[in-house]
């Protein structure tokens, strides 16, 4: 039997949602509302310190991988235990099917940390841009193996007109040399392959060599301990994205520093 390819049954069901989305709201109005606005925080300058590991802490509840994450799923809670932990950036997942996400998650969120909102979903097309800013976002995800070279490009130019920054993700060789081909800050690294769901942590092995200096490279997938953080950090990682880890934990706060060494 084929293996079940978990992202083309998450992107079918997305474009879904993204016809649903415009007829409650079309992208003519969400544009109108983008106006008043408070300005983004930054995103890009939080998670790039130099001579340490930043962390972008995520909120889950579910994945297509391991199901139920965390049970008691308390979302001002999650993010209070992260503020007090002191963490980089908070990212939010707001997949509806298969995470169990909302968008109004990104906003409540916000409300309670006092750093930047990166918005974790499936983004195939502008309307999800501006939509993320409506929301509460302050960058967004961009799958490298979802996108054409010019929707990158296209979706990067109205995340830059709307002061959002942007992680675009690579898994393999082939998605890097399409990504470092176009003027891209932020490059993730995600250990997981999103279409059969397994984790290998060569992968970061393999490309971070690949990637020029000056780039910000976020590690994400499969981080589980201090002996990680240590290794990425030798590496010369600037920033790890870590989720299942502190989602499985009863004290989220004292995860957080256990695994970061704070």
Do not use: C
């Amino acid at each position: 039997m084929a293996k079940t390819d978990t992202l083309k049954q998450i992107v079918a069901k997305k474009k879904e949602r993204i016809i649903l989305a415009k007829q409650q709201l079309s992208q003519e109005d969400l544009m109108t509302k983008l106006a008043d606005l408070p300005a983004t925080r930054l995103f890009k300058e939080a998670i790039s310190k130099p001579k340490q590991i930043a962390l972008i802490a995520e909120i889950k509840q579910t994945s297509p991988s391991a199901g139920v994450i965390r049970q008691n799923f308390n979302l001002e809670e999650i993010a209070k235990s992260y503020q007090d932990a002191g963490v980089q950036a908070v990212s939010v997942l707001t997949e509806e099917d298969f995470f169990n996400g909302n968008l109004s998650y990104l906003n409540q969120v916000k409300n309670i940390v006092s750093v930047p909102i990166l918005r974790k979903d499936f983004i195939l097309e502008g309307y999800q841009v501006y939509e993320s800013r409506y929301f509460g976002a302050d960058a967004i995800l961009l799958i490298a193996d979802l996108l054409t070279k010019d929707k990158l490009v296209e979706l990067m130019q109205i995340a830059d007109t709307l002061g959002l920054d942007y992680i675009v993700e690579v898994h393999d060789e082939k998605e890097l040399k399409k990504v470092l081909n176009l003027k891209v800050p932020i490059i993730g690294i995600n250990n997981r392959n999103l279409r059969t769901l397994e984790v290998d942590f060569k992968t970061t092995e393999k490309l971070f060599t690949l990637i020029p200096r000056e780039k910000i490279v976020v590690v994400e997938s499969g981080i589980k301990n201090a002996q990680d953080i240590l290794f990425l950090k030798i590496l010369g990682a600037s920033s790890v994205l870590i989720g299942s880890v502190f989602m499985e934990a009863a004290d989220i706060k004292t995860k957080v520093e256990e695994v970061m060494g704070w």
